[in-house]
């Protein structure tokens, strides 16, 4: 079946640490992008990608990085300048950027400050 | 200003009845998407049903529909028939274009429990 597996499912970073989530689709989409989900804040997107190679900022990206190398993946980085980055964290894919086209989800990673 | 208000943090509904999830939308663009999405508590986010801004009926989908008021800029969920697995976290979302491309903004969404 296809979909989109990200892993771990849970993560602990600590403090000064870079961590990296993993995100994988087997659909054959050309857009995925990374959001963060907060308590009460619904869904906020930190970084999106269109095409290989090619990545732009969302509303939030500051203290994440990524990289689009291959089409079926898109890793996120949150680096050690992200003070705050217990939250929950869902990568989405859809197969182009079309006002029409639902996302499809990921199950998330939650990540924890140890 | 908030391009997607979803007003109701919580809503509580009897097993069997209806219930209307509330959205509002802003937005100055005449072509966009408008989305609902179910999380169960186990996080994942699934796809309900969607409404283009040229549709000129309202979108439904099984026990879903979407009752969509484009002058008041409003895309409420009507969820009917409710069942104790409907309880859930409901999000709003639309699509607008911005630099080529559609991007996507959630509403913070409404808390949907369903007693038996």
């Known amino acids: 079946d296809g979909g989109i597996t990200q892993s771990p499912k849970y993560l602990f970073r600590k403090e000064g640490q870079n961590v990296t989530l993993s995100c994988e689709q087997n659909?054959?989409?050309?857009?995925m992008y990374w959001y963060r989900q907060d308590p009460g804040q619904g869904l906020r997107l930190i970084y999106y990608?269109?095409?290989?190679?090619?990545?732009q900022k969302g509303d939030i990206a500051e203290g994440y990085s990524v990289s689009r190398e291959k089409k079926e993946s898109f890793p996120l980085t949150v680096t050690s300048a992200q003070k705050n980055p217990t939250a929950f964290y869902l990568c989405?894919?859809?197969?182009?950027?079309?006002?029409?086209?639902?996302?499809?989800f990921g199950d998330g990673t939650r990540l924890s400050i140890l | 200003a908030q391009k997607i208000t979803q007003t109701q943090p919580g809503m509580f509904v009897q097993e069997k009845e209806a219930v209307t999830l509330d959205c509002t939308y802003d937005?100055?663009?005449?072509?966009?998407?408008l989305f609902w999405y179910k999380q169960p508590s186990s996080g994942e986010m699934i796809f309900l049903i969607y409404?283009?801004?040229?549709?000129?009926q309202n979108a439904t989908e099984g026990r879903y529909s979407l009752n969509f008021q484009k002058a008041r800029k409003s895309a409420n969920l009507v969820i009917s028939a409710s069942q104790l697995g409907d309880s859930a976290m409901y999000f709003c979302?639309?699509?607008?274009?911005?630099?080529?491309?559609?991007?996507?903004?959630f509403g913070r969404g409404t808390s949907l429990i369903v007693h038996p």
């Open positions: 989405a894919s859809n197969r182009e950027a079309l006002s029409n086209q639902p996302q499809h």
């Open positions: 659909l054959n989409h050309d857009a």
């Open positions: 990608s269109q095409i290989v190679n090619d990545f």
């Open positions: 937005t100055s663009d005449p072509s966009y998407g």
């Open positions: 409404q283009g801004s040229y549709d000129q």
């Open positions: 979302a639309m699509r607008e274009p911005s630099g080529g491309s559609y991007i996507p903004t």
